[in-house]
């Protein structure tokens, strides 16, 4: 299958739908698909053995935003694929999405941003509507939506789409592993972090309005804790004034191996944001055998069993947040519970089966199309 995938955000920017990309692009190579990547401007020519191809883009907070571009078009007639993938498709996508249908190629749209939540942060009141309008008319060009969770499933259904089907993502069940808390250098980040023995309650992202870290401050005062946060952005200044006088260590972007010797490090893992349509981190600490706490919204709902492995705690109700994190810190053995059930609950999602998954979603919308051609081919009077 020639696989055209078009996305919003590309290496060096790293990201969950960076990550999902370079995942399905790793597993296209590895089955002997054909695959070609188009992005906005800064990317590396080639990944996975695939040429990825830069187009013009324009800066918003840090990140590149694909414009429109005649190229989209020349690019996608010159590889002819069987598919296009539009990851997370905004200004970008919603051109390879309309340059594919000119050309009849079916075309898949996947879901990862809280519009919801990015409308309520930004205070856009009525302007919401406009934002959910333009998502609604960029998808229904697309053949098929992948929604990551079920809250996200009823957002878009809310909005009047249809052609929706499930698609969660994949976990790396070998670099995160319980066992890689024994590993020497994980030993040895584990005693930095806490060098009398404290619980270590991690987090991993970005350091961004969206993922609410500031939230973190309900633990302030709490005995017996250190604050592990890996990630960086632009709410770092503003977070160091928020934690002052915290016990936290800032270990800054981490990825491959130093990023799962950072889950090892950690007792417990803490996501406050409620802005997460899948919540990828959470799955990766629960891969890494760790119980986890996140807010009852949004992706973390599929993810976390309340009582089983985390706790989900009220949406903005920072008393409840510590009262979880609270539970885990003062009972060793709840966390060992709830991490193997956390470790259990992600067995089945490797990358291998997520992205096996998402190849025969390739293959309904490239079937469907088919049928609809040989339709369109069959005279009308012989369809009578």
Not at 317 to 335: F, H, K, N, Q, W
Not at 339 to 346: F, I, L, M, N, Y
């Amino acid at each position: 299958m020639r696989v055209a995938l078009i996305t919003e955000s590309f290496l060096p920017t790293v990201s969950g739908v960076t990550t999902s990309v370079c995942k399905v692009l790793e597993h296209l190579s590895r089955t002997g698909h054909d695959a070609m990547v188009i992005a906005p401007a800064g990317v590396p020519a080639e990944y996975a053995g695939f040429p990825v191809h830069g187009v013009p883009a324009a800066r918003y907070r840090q990140f590149p935003v694909g414009m429109p571009s005649p190229q989209v078009h020349r690019l996608l007639a010159d590889f002819a694929p069987d598919v296009l993938h539009a990851a997370s498709p905004f200004l970008l996508g919603a051109q390879g999405i309309a340059a594919a249908n000119r050309q009849d190629v079916p075309s898949v749209a996947v879901f990862q941003t809280d519009v919801a939540g990015y409308a309520r942060r930004n205070r856009l009141g009525p302007a919401a509507q406009s934002v959910w309008r333009f998502v609604k008319w960029v998808h229904e060009g697309a053949d098929l939506t992948l929604a990551p969770s079920s809250a996200s499933m009823a957002d878009l259904r809310r909005i009047g789409l249809r052609r929706l089907a499930h698609w969660t993502r994949g976990v790396d069940l070998v670099g995160y592993h319980p066992n890689r808390r024994s590993d020497p250098e994980a030993s040895a980040l584990r005693s930095r972090l806490a060098p009398n023995g404290e619980v270590v309650v991690g987090y991993v992202g970005r350091l961004a309005p969206e993922k609410q870290v500031e939230r973190f401050r309900a633990l302030h005062g709490l005995p017996g804790i250190r604050l592990a946060l890996v990630g960086d952005g632009p709410s770092r200044p503003a977070l160091e004034r928020e934690l002052a006088g915290m016990p936290v260590t800032w270990l800054g972007r981490l990825d491959g191996a130093d990023l799962a010797r950072a889950y090892a490090s950690f007792d417990l893992f803490l996501h406050a944001g409620t802005e997460e349509t899948f919540g990828q981190t959470l799955q990766e600490a629960h891969a890494a055998g760790l119980p986890v706490v996140a807010p009852r919204a949004g992706g973390p709902i599929d993810l976390v069993s309340h009582g089983e492995n985390g706790f989900l705690f009220i949406p903005d109700d920072e008393r409840d947040l510590r009262r979880c994190v609270a539970r885990l810190v003062l009972d060793p053995a709840l966390r060992r519970r709830m991490g193997e059930a956390g470790r259990r609950s992600v067995l089945g999602r490797s990358w291998e089966n997520v992205c096996g998954a998402l190849l025969a979603h390739y293959e309904q919308v490239v079937d469907e199309r088919a049928a609809v051609r040989a339709m369109v081919a069959v005279p009308l009077s012989m369809q009578r």
